[in-house]
C-alpha cells in the first residue's frame, strides 16, 4: 500500500488493513530519517465467537494509537 505524499492511511478495520497501514507508515517514516516504534502485535488467542471486548476490538484500538503517534511524528 502506497498512499501519495501528504495522504495518511486510514484507521485499520481489521487485520489486513492494519498490516497494510503499519507497512505504509513505516515506509514513509524510514524515507524521512524517522525510526517509529514497533507496531502491536495481531491477536493469536481469537475464539471467532464474536465475543464483546474481543482481542481484535483491543488490537484496533491500539493500532489506531500507533497510527495517531506515527502521524504526529511525521508532522514534525
Do not use: H, K, S
Amino acid at each position: 500500500m502506497t498512499l501519495p505524499e501528504g495522504i495518511a492511511p486510514g484507521p485499520a478495520l481489521d487485520g489486513a488493513t492494519a498490516q497494510a497501514m503499519f507497512t505504509a507508515l513505516r515506509q514513509r517514516a524510514a524515507t524521512a530519517g524517522i525510526t517509529l516504534r514497533n507496531p502491536p502485535p495481531e491477536p493469536t488467542t481469537c475464539c471467532g465467537r464474536g465475543c464483546n471486548g474481543c482481542v481484535w476490538e483491543g488490537f484496533l484500538d491500539a493500532a489506531e494509537y500507533w497510527r495517531q503517534e506515527a502521524l504526529l511524528q511525521l508532522q514534525d
